[in-house]
C-alpha cells in the first residue's frame, strides 16, 4: 500500500483555509471565531488522520491474519 499524495494534499487545503479564515477573523476584530475556526480545523485535519491509522491497523491486522 502506497501513501496517496491526496492525503498530504486535503491537509494542506485545510490548513491554509484555516489560516485564510484565521487572518479574516483576526483582521475584523473576531479573534474568538478566529480560534473556534484554529480548532475546528485541528480537530478535522486529527480525524483524517486516525481514519488514515485505523486502515493502516487493518492492513497489519490482514497481513499477520488476527
Known amino acids: 500500500m502506497t ?28 479573534d474568538e471565531q478566529a480560534l473556534m475556526t484554529t480548532i475546528a480545523g485541528l480537530v478535522v485535519v486529527l480525524v483524517i488522520i ?6 493502516l491497523f487493518e492492513l497489519i491486522k490482514s497481513l499477520f491474519g488476527f
Open 3 to 30: 501513501m496517496d499524495v491526496d492525503l498530504i494534499f486535503k491537509i494542506a487545503a485545510v490548513g491554509i483555509l484555516v489560516a485564510v479564515l484565521n487572518l479574516l477573523l483576526t483582521r475584523s476584530g473576531r
Open 50 to 55: 486516525v481514519r488514515e491509522i485505523s486502515d
